[in-house]
C-alpha cells in the first residue's frame, strides 16, 4: 500500500482539496482501491466524502490516529491512501508524516504562503520522507506564479503540473464530486490528470 499525506502549516493552502482531487483521479485511472483519511478537526474531507454518491474512494475512520487508520486502510485492502492533515504543528502531523511514502504540500503562490512553507519543509526533513510542493490556485499570465516555483524549488522538488484558480474546483464539492468529474476533458481535468501522472511517477521513484 502506498501513502500519499498532504500536509502545510498554512491554512486555507488547498490540502482538502488535493487530497480529493487526487484521490478521485487514481480510483479513475485504476490506481485503487483508493481509500482517504481525515486527521484535520474541521473534518472537510469527512464532509466531503459524505455528500458524495461515488463509492471511490472508501473513507477509513481516523478515530484511533495515523498508524491504526493506515493500518485499517491496509486491512480493507486500500492500495493508495490519501491522508488530509490539519494545519496546526499537531502531533498527529508529525506521526503520519513519518508515514508517509511521499509527502504533498500544496502552496499559494502568495507572499504569505511563500513565508509559511518552512516549516512543513523541516517536518519532512526532520521525518526523512521525500516531499513535493503542489503550486495551487494560480492566475493566468501572474508574474508571482513563476517566481513562487523559482522560490519554493529553493526548498525541494516543484511537481511541474499546477493547479489553477478554477470555480469549478470549489463548486464539484458541494455534492462531493471533483472538477474533473464536473466538467470532464475541461482544463481542470487536464490538469488534474497531469498532476496525477506526475505524483504516481515519483511514488513509484520512491519505491524503487
Same mark, same amino acid.
Do not use: C
Given at each position: ?9 498554512? #491554512? ?71 491522508? /488530509? ?12 508524516? #513519518? ?13 504569505? /504562503? ?10 519532512? @526533513? ?14 493566468? @499570465? ?22 489553477? /484558480? ?10 462531493? @464530486? ?7 476533458? #475541461? ?22
Amino acid at each position: 500500500m502506498r501513502t500519499l499525506v498532504v500536509a502545510s502549516r498554512k #491554512g486555507g493552502a488547498g490540502k482538502t482539496t488535493l487530497a480529493t482531487l487526487l484521490a478521485v483521479e487514481a480510483a479513475r485511472v485504476g490506481a485503487g482501491p483508493v481509500a482517504v483519511i481525515d486527521l484535520d478537526p474541521m473534518q472537510g474531507l469527512t464532509l466531503w466524502w459524505e455528500a458524495r454518491a461515488e463509492e471511490a474512494p472508501s473513507l477509513v475512520s481516523a478515530a484511533g490516529g495515523p498508524t491504526a487508520a493506515l493500518a485499517a486502510a491496509e486491512a480493507s485492502g486500500a492500495r493508495l491512501v490519501l491522508v /488530509d492533515t490539519p494545519p496546526a504543528a499537531a502531533p498527529v502531523v508529525a506521526e503520519v508524516v #513519518g508515514l508517509a511514502d511521499l509527502v504533498l504540500v500544496p502552496v499559494q503562490p502568495s507572499p504569505h /504562503d511563500l513565508r509559511a512553507v518552512g516549516a512543513t519543509v523541516e517536518l519532512a @526533513r526532520r521525518a526523512k520522507r521525500p516531499m513535493v510542493f503542489v503550486v495551487n490556485r494560480t492566475k493566468p @499570465r501572474v508574474k508571482l506564479t513563476g517566481e513562487a516555483a523559482i522560490s519554493l524549488s529553493q526548498h525541494g522538488t516543484v511537481a511541474p503540473a499546477m493547479l489553477a /484558480d478554477r470555480a469549478a474546483y470549489a463548486a464539484a464539492a458541494i455534492d462531493g @464530486r471533483t472538477a474533473p468529474e464536473l466538467e470532464p476533458g #475541461g482544463a481542470a481535468a487536464i490538469e488534474v490528470t497531469s498532476l496525477w501522472t506526475y505524483v504516481a511517477s515519483r511514488l513509484v521513484e520512491e519505491l524503487a
